[in-house]
């Protein structure tokens, strides 16, 4: 069986979450002025403008003005600032 289909269906069997199972990032976004990320695998570029964040299979663009990296450890980071908008590449 192969590894996406397995983790699917046992979310499914237990009622979890998809993301929670397969480790997959997880975006909250708080109006215009702060983003919560869980499962982020670092950060690949910051700037005030623009923060890009490894998502594992995604990239994941946060764009704005005034941006910061408020807190960030091995799971989960915040960002504030004015956010204009989020990319998945």
């Given amino acids: 069986m192969e590894r996406k289909g397995f ?3 046992t979310a499914e069997v237990f009622d979890l ?3 929670v199972v397969a480790g997959l990032p997880r975006i909250e976004l708080t ?7 869980e499962n982020h695998k670092g950060i690949l ?8 964040i490894s998502g594992g299979k995604l990239i994941i663009k946060v764009r704005g003005e005034g941006l910061e990296l408020k ?9 504030t600032g004015s956010i204009t908008g989020v990319d998945l590449t």
């Fill in 31 to 37: 109006g215009s002025r702060e983003l919560r990320m």
């Fill in 7 to 9: 983790l699917e269906k």
């Fill in 45 to 52: 570029a910051y700037g005030s403008q623009e923060i890009h």
């Fill in 71 to 79: 807190s960030m450890n091995a799971s989960q980071l915040l960002i």
């Fill in 17 to 19: 979450p998809g993301d």
